[in-house]
């Protein structure tokens, strides 16, 4: 078994958890933040998968892994955009509750 599919792994768990709250706080408060917050931790949670078909040698011609490959761009950009949704829906939504 290779470290990036052991990484992936364990990372599975926190982000499945990280998508399950996001789904409860869209249920339980419907507005655009939690909406942001559900669709980044949805990006997170593709990097995840993305990290398992490289550990597992599943769409070899992506790249995954290697430099300047299609694989490694779409990696980045994805978890790039589920960090900045994640933390942005976050902000949004614990900022204003603060300041009353």
């Given at each position: 078994m290779s470290s990036t599919l052991i990484r992936?792994?364990?990372l599975t768990a926190?982000?499945?958890?990280?998508?399950?709250?996001?789904?409860?706080?869209v249920v339980r408060q419907r507005s655009?933040?939690?909406s942001l917050q559900l669709v980044g931790a949805g990006?997170?949670?593709v990097t995840v998968l993305a990290h398992v078909c490289e550990?597992?040698?599943?769409?070899p011609f992506m790249g995954w892994g290697r430099r300047d490959s299609v694989g490694h761009y779409l990696d980045l950009s994805i978890t790039w955009l589920?960090?900045?949704l994640v933390v942005v829906g976050w902000l949004a939504r614990v900022?204003?509750?603060?300041?009353q």
């Open positions: 992936a792994l364990v926190p982000t499945c958890g990280l998508v399950g709250w996001s789904v409860v706080l655009v933040f939690t990006c997170l949670f550990g597992l040698g599943i769409f589920g960090i900045t900022l204003p509750r603060r300041h």
